[in-house]
């Protein structure tokens, strides 16, 4: 089960590949388990300053919850509970990963697996993917934790039209509503995202996480700064970052934030 996903690095960037493909990606209970643990891994590793999650080729990003398990581990409601516990605490856990994130979508992200893209801070999508939510083909309710995040995203007439209707639109109509950032083209999306994620890293780590963080801290509703926010702020004064931004801009030379 554990080869279902695994990581691969490349400097600063992490990848968690998604390697399912004969069942197009679709998450297994403990494929959900397992996602905790690696995200959990990489918070702690300091080395790690962009974070990628993506297919292991253009099969799919992800089908989502692999339906089959459904009438083992989510047949009546104590069982969804447990279950959509562990899901939507990895999901959770993928949204408040501390350092930017970006999904890259090829072919298909659809229910869980479109959930996991819209967690990341970016998504890229190649030209002509599919992107859904079908929990209305099944008959069950689309949680109010990630359906805020879909509405957050598109606003509300779209998301109820995805959800009501359950269907499936192309990346290019979910960049003109505002859930895909990037449409790339297939053989160009891997170099797209990758050269995206370089960009972010030439800049400050500590002013980088800095953001992610205030910016959260808005979208949960903060309306003024709190405590932990101002010295998280504060603190950033007395970063090597800032001491090297502040000389390279003197010197005027591009900082070195390595």
């Keep these: 089960m554990s080869n279902y996903l695994y990581i691969e690095r490349n400097g600063s960037i992490a990848t968690i590949v998604i390697n399912r493909p004969e069942k197009k990606n679709c998450f297994s209970l403990a494929m959900f388990r397992h996602l905790e643990d690696l995200l959990d891994e990489l918070k702690e590793d300091p080395s790690v300053k962009f974070l990628i999650l993506r297919g292991v080729n253009?099969?799919?990003?992800?089908?989502?919850?692999?339906?089959n398990e459904f009438l083992e581990?989510?047949?009546?409601?104590?069982?969804?509970?447990?279950y959509n516990d562990f899901a939507l605490g990895a999901i959770e856990k993928l949204y408040?990963?501390?350092?930017?994130?970006a999904a890259l979508i090829q072919t298909l992200a659809i229910?869980?697996?479109?959930?996991?893209?819209?967690s990341c801070d970016f998504r890229f999508a190649t030209k002509g993917s599919k992107l859904g939510i079908t929990a209305a083909n099944i008959g069950i309710i689309y949680n109010l934790t990630s359906t805020k995040r879909l509405f957050n995203l598109v606003g509300p007439s779209q998301a109820k039209k995805l959800l009501y209707t359950a269907e499936l639109i192309t990346a290019e109509k979910g960049e003109e509503i505002g859930l895909i950032d990037f449409v790339c083209n297939p053989q160009e999306i891997e170099q797209d995202v990758n050269t995206f994620a370089k960009r972010v890293l030439q800049k400050s780590s500590v002013a980088n996480a800095g953001i992610k963080?205030?910016?959260?801290?808005?979208?949960?509703?903060?309306?003024q700064e709190t405590?932990?926010?101002?010295?998280?702020?504060?603190?950033?004064?007395?970063?090597?970052?800032?001491?090297?931004?502040?000389?390279?801009?003197?010197?005027?030379?591009?900082?070195?934030?390595s």
Aim: aromatic share 8%; glycine share 8%; no cysteine.
């Design 58 to 67: 253009d099969t799919a990003f992800s089908a989502g919850a692999d339906i």
């Design 73 to 82: 581990v989510r047949l009546h409601a104590e069982k969804a509970k447990a």
């Design 96 to 101: 408040r990963f501390p350092r930017p994130t």
């Design 111 to 118: 229910g869980g697996g479109l959930e996991l893209a819209n």
């Design 213 to 223: 963080q205030v910016i959260q801290a808005i979208i949960d509703g903060e309306n």
């Design 227 to 257: 405590e932990d926010i101002a010295n998280l702020v504060l603190d950033s004064y007395s970063s090597i970052d800032y001491t090297e931004g502040i000389q390279a801009f003197l010197e005027k030379r591009k900082p070195d934030f």
